[in-house]
């Protein structure tokens, strides 16, 4: 009886672990550490993968996750591409440009279907629209998702590079270039660096808003490498469902959610940031086609107009079908 008790045991505890049965939840002995790299240090985008791993989602799934800072979207595909991390969250524009130029890497799932790419600035500026950039100085970090965007927003609004001045400025450093007043305006995110700015400084921050002036195209959402989809498809559907339902879950409960980031990182914003970010990600997750769907839904139209705007604009030279850079077979449903 002792023998047959201690060899229960350890299947017991494991199956509490993994939250118990039903849907596409782990056997026992099948959880598998995960590593998901981000596009960037943790802010409140990414509320939901902390969330999903403080209520038990993706061990539910069979998957110890862990989540990794990263230096750009560019960074993240190359990585992801390279086997360096098993998942990435990357933007679609990075994805696009690395699948043209033989990266073997795709997208699983595009969330963030409305672009929150946008020039930032504090509203003193008194910066209206994309004409009044020209002579101002710009702060941009090589190698993220918007020094590949940033010069088609310029042409879709009738502009050029030449017209402004680019500053290449490591991540930490680009906000406080505009809180000095050594650049007037930054490139990123409207769910990330304008909160942060508002409430270091004291002042109104301001957006020009790529999706607002003629440029909106999928943005932030998971992907893998080629060789991951080939050697392991069940992972890659746990991931998948795991995300979902962690995105579904947080967007019930976006104080939870954004609560759940206490301690992701040193450069964590203050939680009254990260819940302002996590709300305006939550105004990102779909399209005319993808209302009222579950996050994380995509549609192969929705993905032939973001292709079509990337060759449009340069930032592709030649599109391929959504196949080349989607794979819909392990893609969030439903």
């Known amino acids: 009886m002792k023998k047959l008790l201690a060899g229960l045991l350890p299947a017991m505890v494991l199956i509490a672990a993994c939250g118990g049965g039903g849907g596409n939840t782990a056997q026992p002995g099948e959880a598998k550490e995960v590593t998901l790299t981000l596009n960037w240090?943790?802010?409140?985008?990414?509320?939901?993968?902390?969330?999903g791993l403080?209520?038990?989602?993706?061990?539910?799934?069979?998957?110890?996750?862990?989540?990794?800072?990263?230096?750009?979207?560019?960074?993240?595909?190359?990585?992801?591409?390279?086997?360096?991390?098993?998942?990435?969250w990357a933007d679609t524009s990075s994805l696009a440009t690395a699948v043209e130029t033989g990266v073997p890497v795709k997208s699983i799932g595009v969330f963030l279907q409305t672009t929150p790419a946008s020039v930032q600035f504090f509203s003193e500026k008194n910066i209206k629209k994309p004409?009044?950039?020209?002579?101002?100085?710009?702060?941009?970090?090589a190698g993220d998702a918007l020094t590949k965007t940033f010069p088609a927003f310029l042409k879709?609004?009738?502009?050029?590079?030449?017209?402004?001045s680019i500053q290449n400025i490591d991540p930490s450093g680009k906000m406080a270039a505009v809180i000095s007043g050594r650049t007037d305006v930054l490139l990123g995110f409207a769910s990330d660096q304008g909160p942060t700015i508002k409430e270091k400084a004291g002042k109104d921050v301001g957006y020009l808003r790529f999706s607002e002036f003629g440029l909106n195209y999928f943005s932030n959402g998971l992907l893998t490498s080629k060789s991951m989809l080939q050697k392991d498809p069940e992972l890659v559907k746990k991931m998948v469902a795991a995300?979902?339902?962690?995105?579904?879950?947080?967007?019930?409960?976006?104080?939870?959610?954004?609560?759940?980031?206490?301690?992701?990182?040193?450069?964590?914003p203050s939680p009254t940031v990260v819940l302002e970010q996590f709300r305006t990600t939550l105004t990102l997750l779909h399209t005319d086609a993808t209302k009222g769907k579950a996050p994380g839904v995509n549609t192969a139209d929705d993905w032939k107009k973001t292709i079509d705007t990337f060759q449009k604009t340069g930032i592709i030279k030649q599109a391929s079908e959504p196949s080349a850079y989607w794979e819909e077979s392990v893609a969030p449903k439903g």
């Open 131 to 141: 004409e009044d950039l020209k002579g101002k100085s710009v702060a941009t970090t």
């Open 243 to 268: 995300t979902q339902e962690a995105w579904t879950a947080a967007e019930k409960a976006p104080d939870a959610a954004a609560e759940s980031m206490k301690g992701a990182a040193e450069q964590l």
């Open 41 to 51: 240090y943790p802010y409140g985008e990414h509320a939901p993968f902390y969330y």
């Open 156 to 164: 879709q609004n009738g502009m050029q590079e030449s017209d402004v």
């Open 54 to 88: 403080k209520q038990g989602i993706y061990e539910k799934h069979g998957i110890k996750l862990k989540i990794q800072a990263g230096q750009g979207s560019g960074k993240t595909v190359q990585a992801t591409g390279a086997g360096q991390t098993d998942f990435g």
